[in-house]
């Protein structure tokens, strides 16, 4: 019996790595010291209420954006783990296999658990806020999104201490990712946390669309909305066209390793080729998913930080609508090199190309917004300005590898790792941060501090251009991606360690923003957002104290123009606001729920018996998880009123008077 | 587009008549019988006949659309119709694309 | 304008009375958007289908294990519950509430007949040899009409919920919206059969 268990720890358990060890521990003992400081101070039933069962947008927004940043952590550490193997020449640091493991990870990690979550806080943060809302349309809704996002992103990183990491890239193409070429559970865990976390998304997609559509202040045509939300509108309905695609592709692929299926393998009738196909038809959508809600923060951020109405903003709404259409036809472009027929090729270089111009739209009106602007310099704005010259830049290498005769030089090289770092980089995480700065002082009540923050923002800056510049130069120098060492007779020696020196100046940007926060934290009367109001803003989030107080408006606004908060701020200052008679009202809201917690906790059990092939532990999970729905349809009181007292006693702690 | 109820209608979707349910019903089960006995029973080369089953499928898509599902009635904006006019887009592209792609090898 | 002064002439809380319809209102649309997801999920397995329609790597194909008869069956069993969950429907709109549930019953039991041929033309075909591993083409097959018989159940299941809740809850708001996104659900499913019928049926005896 000691045996048998010894055998199952050793396959159940990562072994042999000291680093593993390590992290093992590390895990045990953060595990331990939450356990202790939530009992010491008697915190369980304040972390069940106001936390894990809580449907208010703004909770689920902090809880979206704590995880994404810790995601960050991680993936950043992979990178730099990558960085430090690539700095010289035939260096043992990582063996092989282990650095298959890291990419792999560190790719999965920061499009699906890091980008992913950072947008969702942003959408459930802003969005309701944007258009006069108090929630949005499903709250219970969006709770099982974060907490199936939560669950299925805790499965995908417990594989590196227990069962084994995926190693067969962020993408797990077959033959690799079939059951020959990867044994064991590791495969699984990505199928697995993928799977369960992009159903959550999904759900976000839905409930977004809906919330924009019908739930918008009265005169608040759409026409009227401010440009994020329709950035947003526009990453949903992205979201609902191309995830479908991806839930059932990952899981035929499940069915090939779990039941022996033939969907991708190389025998049988199998074809990798046609999942290739498939997940690009997901995948091109995907990155288009995370940075057009960038470009709606760049364009609130632009308008209100040069003090000037965003220009053109009939054609920014023609752009970001259109992205979202034409995304979904050029997914071909990943795999110029897979050989299909000519045809099929140019249709989709063309497709690419064209996909360009609305995008330079956006990136002219910006500019045209800044001219003959006030421009203030304040960090929403800095890492605004930095996004132009580094997406143009990644986007124009973007269209060099439309060309598709070129791409065959180009395709897998280094050439590539620096087009898509550029973009995601330049383009999503400058973004997410310029709305993580600008919409702090709205969830929190205090800014965040400015020196740490312009710390942060020139190594961040500084060391981007330090790491990728060089791998454009190593993609043509015939350097190939996912290399784990390389030789000293390639002369790739020089911009290989300047690229991993600039690597680690972004890892110590990210410090400086990790002591920003505690800093800000710590210090956080000295910049108290008192007026709800700290940037002179434009849109209607910037009409109600800071932090919103939990029904966000005691009166849902009427809205005559777009940027209406402006309006009526120009208007006071001139004497010709028009004040009108305010009454107020009950507010209805939603109820917390347990379900959706307890629901994604059956998820993860489904999801860890799939992993492992133990299908009495993925049949009780999958029996767990219709029984909370089964519950949720018998529930009929899930909303209460919010007494007109009770309003007015919390406007009037903000100093507002009814 | 405002957040009121612009209505007193107290029903959430279209409604229909016994009327429409039954012609749906009878129509659909036609649009099933013809296409059986079409292959069941081969007329027309296989070309045609995968043609005029296809024809007929999509027909009897578009009664049951109508007659139980009420595509036409429902207050306006309808964006329920636009969200079905996209997913039929993209569904189209998913089927069609995959075809022409993985056959063009 | 007009219509908000009236509303603080009323005084009345802005979301009672219109409240639940809206919110109610909102459902559908969210559900319809589900639906058009689900179309898509249903697409890709469709293209996969399509795409490995000839996939039999040497091993049986489907012209000569179908049985027609029992696939006949069911498309009419299914059309004919799709059928009577627009007459649930109907009474509901018309109040009634034991008519509701009675054909909502009928219907329910309609569906799990269908569920229960499936399983039963699952097991012949098994037992003929073709299972999920035997080759690419009937690995797409089992997917696509298995995932359909999935989500069939699930509406089973889920018409089972509505049928105990109706005659404690009767016809409200909110029932009516639960039994409207249910029938739009069924309805769909019936649409999906259609071309499963034609595309994977009667393509694949011809």
């Known amino acids: 019996m000691w045996e048998s268990l010894k055998e199952f720890a050793s396959t159940f358990f990562v072994t042999g790595d000291p680093l593993i060890y390590g992290s093992d521990v590390a895990i045990v003992l953060t595990l331990a010291a939450i356990v202790f400081v939530l009992t010491k101070y008697k915190k369980w039933g304040w972390l069940w209420r106001e936390w894990l069962t809580t449907v208010d947008h703004k909770k689920i927004g902090i809880m979206y954006l704590i995880s994404a940043l810790l995601m960050l952590f991680r993936g950043g550490v992979d990178a730099l783990l990558m960085r430090a193997q690539l700095a010289f020449p035939n260096l043992e640091f990582l063996d092989s296999n282990h650095y298959n493991e890291i990419f792999t990870t560190h790719g999965t990690i920061m499009i699906l658990f890091m980008a992913m979550p950072l947008l969702f806080a942003l959408f459930n943060w802003v969005v309701p806020l944007q258009i006069g809302a108090r929630d949005v349309a499903f709250p219970f809704l969006n709770a099982v999104s974060f907490w199936l996002f939560f669950f299925g992103a805790l499965l995908f990183n417990i594989s590196f201490v227990i069962g084994g990491s995926p190693d067969a890239g962020w993408l797990s193409y077959p033959p690799l990712s079939e059951e020959p070429f990867s044994m064991g559970p590791g495969q699984n ?116 930080f040069s003090r000037k109405k965003l220009f053109g903003y009939a054609s920014m709404v023609a752009a970001v609508m259109s992205i979202a259409i034409v995304s979904y036809f050029t997914w071909g472009h990943h795999f110029f090199t897979m050989g299909t027929g000519a045809g099929v090729i140019a249709f989709f270089a063309v497709a690419t190309m064209l996909i360009a111009i609305p995008t330079g739209v956006k990136v002219f009106n910006w ?292 | 587009m405002a957040n009121h109820g612009n209505q007193n209608a107290h029903h959430a979707a279209g409604h229909g008549s016994l009327k429409s349910y039954v012609l749906g019903f009878v129509l659909s089960i036609v649009l099933t019988i013809i296409p059986l006995v079409l292959v069941m029973n081969p007329v027309l080369s296989k070309t045609a006949t995968v043609v005029v089953i296809m024809m007929m499928a999509v027909l009897q898509f578009v009664v049951q659309l109508f007659f139980f599902m009420h595509l036409r009635e429902g207050e306006k904006p309808r964006w329920n119709v636009q969200a079905l006019v996209l997913g039929i887009v993209i569904v189209l592209t998913i089927v069609i694309g995959s075809i022409l792609i993985m056959t063009s090898f | 304008m007009q219509q908000a002064a009236k509303h603080l002439e009323h005084g009345h809380a802005h979301d009672h009375g219109h409240g639940h319809h809206d919110l109610e209102q909102l459902k559908v649309l969210g559900f319809w958007i589900f639906l058009v997801t689900d179309c898509i999920m249903f697409g890709t397995l469709f293209a996969t289908y399509a795409v490995m329609m000839h996939s039999y790597a040497g091993g049986p194909t489907p012209k000569e294990l179908i049985e027609m008869p029992g696939i006949i069956a069911s498309t009419f069993i299914l059309l004919t519950s799709s059928f009577t969950s627009g007459l649930a429907v109907l009474a509901m709109n018309k109040g009634k509430l034991k008519a509701l549930i009675g054909w909502l019953v009928i219907t329910a039991l309609l569906g799990l007949s269908f569920v229960l041929l499936e399983i039963s033309e699952f097991t012949h075909l098994v037992h003929e040899g073709a299972t999920i591993a035997t080759s690419g083409y009937w690995s797409a097959f089992y997917t696509l009409v298995g995932t359909h018989g999935l989500h069939v159940s699930i509406g089973f299941f889920w018409m089972l919920a509505l049928i105990i809740q109706l005659p404690r809850q009767g016809i409200t708001p909110v029932t009516n919206r639960k039994v409207t996104t249910l029938s739009l659900y069924w309805h769909f499913l019936d649409v999906v059969w259609i071309f499963l019928f034609t595309v994977v049926y009667l393509m694949g005896v011809m």
Not at chain 1, 451 to 472: D, E, H, R, S, T
Not at chain 1, 509 to 533: A, H, P, R
């Open chain 1, 367 to 658: 500019m045209f917004t800044m001219f003959r602007g006030r421009i203030s310099f304040k960090l929403p704005m800095l890492w605004t300005i930095a996004f132009i010259p580094c997406f143009v830049i990644g986007g124009a290498t973007g269209v060099m590898l439309s060309m598709a005769p070129a791409d065959y030089q180009y395709h897998n090289s280094y050439f590539l790792i620096g087009h898509f770092h550029q973009t995601l980089i330049g383009g999503v995480v400058f973004g997410y941060l310029a709305g993580m700065y600008y919409w702090w002082p709205k969830l929190f009540g205090f800014k965040l501090n400015e020196k740490l923050g312009q710390w942060a923002f020139w190594f961040w800056n500084i060391g981007f251009y330090v790491c990728f510049m060089p791998q454009y130069a190593l993609g043509f120098m015939g350097m190939t991606r996912r290399y784990y060492t390389y030789g000293w007779d390639y002369g790739w020696e020089t911009l290989n360690l300047v690229s991993t020196i600039g690597a680690f100046l972004m890892g110590i940007g990210f410090l400086f923003q990790v002591w920003q926060i505690l800093y800000s934290i710590k210090n956080m009367e000295k910049e108290k957002d008192t007026t709800g109001d700290p940037w002179d803003g434009r849109t209607l989030e910037w009409s109600i104290p800071s932090p919103a107080p939990f029904y966000n408006f005691a009166v849902i606004p009427k809205v005559k123009d777009v940027d209406d908060w402006w309006r009526i701020k120009q208007e006071k200052a001139n004497g010709t606001y028009k004040e009108e008679p305010v009454v107020l009202e009950p507010i209805h809201m939603p109820k917390n729920s347990g379900i959706p917690f307890v629901m994604a906790v059956f998820w993860f059990i489904a999801g860890f018996g799939f992993v492992w092939e133990w299908s009495w532990m993925a049949i009780i999970g999958m029996i767990g998880v219709f029984a909370c729905m089964w519950a949720r349809s018998f529930v009929y009181n899930d909303e209460y009123y919010v007494s007109v007292d009770e309003v007015r006693r919390i406007e009037a702690s903000y100093g507002r008077v009814y």
């Open chain 1, 189 to 304: 865990f990505w199928i697995w946390g993928i799977q369960i976390s992009g159903i959550g998304s999904l759900m976000t997609g839905i409930n977004f669309i809906v919330t924009i559509l019908k739930m918008r202040a009265p005169g608040m045509t759409l026409m009227k909305m401010p440009m994020f939300t329709w950035s947003v509108l526009s990453s949903c309905i992205m979201i609902i066209i191309a995830f479908p695609v991806l839930t059932v592709t990952i899981a035929l692929l499940y069915l090939d390793r779990f039941l022996g299926a033939h969907f991708f393998t190389l025998d049988g009738g199998g074809n990798p080729m046609m999942y290739i196909n498939l997940i690009w038809m997901w995948g091109h959508p995907e990155v288009y998913i995370v940075v057009v809600p960038a470009f709606g923060i760049y364009s609130d951020v632009v308008a209100t």
